[in-house]
């Protein structure tokens, strides 16, 4: 008689993992997180190894961060295939890497691993992701765009390491604490001392979350993106008012949702162009993709898996 085939749950947890029971095809490929409920990679992920015939599942896993070693050691004896993570984990799983790509290093967290020979090895795609996100929502390059970046954590810090990389016109980090947004500038100061010469503004700088601040910078910029958690909760104001924004910026909220977020509501009141950051969603899971099998990721199947 023919065996059933057995579903992966909808969340698996460390006690799963110790006494793993797998089920067919295998799971050999997960998002690590607290919470991971909400968490949109497994029906993208999932759609792109059907289309690419790679008998596999990928599946949630809920993790706090006080179990984070012992789920990645009991992920490296399973002989995983690959991870992403998600909160709280990118900053802390730096420690249990047995290598890091030179992204990882610089923005100080990870959100992607690769598993190969029972080493962790991690990635950042966000960066990249932001890239394409942008390219593809407003047909623009960031190396034309001068940008604006509200946050300074693990998301700011990839986007803006991305818009240096790409030789951005101008970069203006905005963040809630001072110091973090000025630290951030600063250790991308190396991007900027080329000849590339635009008026008077500095090409690169810190501001603080102030009113005055934003009103003069968004006159001067292209490209607003929010990369704070602004908006993600409900009632949550947008993070810049309709009334500070105009039409000739173009906008993008890092917050994927299926509605408007506040950002995008505000920016489409002001007249502006904006997107929110299902694209950047995407385009992350798509580089991870390609960095756990080599081999190029059906985008649009991914696409149609999330909207
Ligand atoms: P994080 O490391 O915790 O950083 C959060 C940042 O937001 C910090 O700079 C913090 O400022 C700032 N912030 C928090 N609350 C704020 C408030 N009320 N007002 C002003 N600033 C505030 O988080 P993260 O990992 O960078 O993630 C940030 C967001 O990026 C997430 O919420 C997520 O929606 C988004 N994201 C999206 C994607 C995608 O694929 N679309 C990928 C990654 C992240 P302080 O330094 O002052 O605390």
New binding site residues.
Partial sequence: MKKKRASAKEVYTLADLKNWRDVKPPVRLGVLGDPVEHSLSPQMQNAALKQSKIEMQYARFRISSNDLREALESIRKLEFVGLNLT?PH?VAALEFLDSADDNVKRIG?T?VIKIENGKLRGFNT?GR?FARAVREEFSVDLRDLRILV???????RAIALQCAKENCERLVIA???FE?GQKLADSLRDFFSGPKVFGPLPRLQAIP?EERAFQFQIANVDLVVN????G?NRGDAS?IPARLLAPHVMVYD???SDKRTPLVSAAIEAGARAAN??S??LH?GALAFEIWFQREAPLEVMRKAIL
């Fill in positions: 909160i990118k967290a959100n966000d992701g509200l946050g300074a954590g693990g998301a700011a963040n809630g604490t973090k979350w990369a704070t958690p602004v993600l993070p890092t917050i994927y950051g299902l950047m969603l992350q």
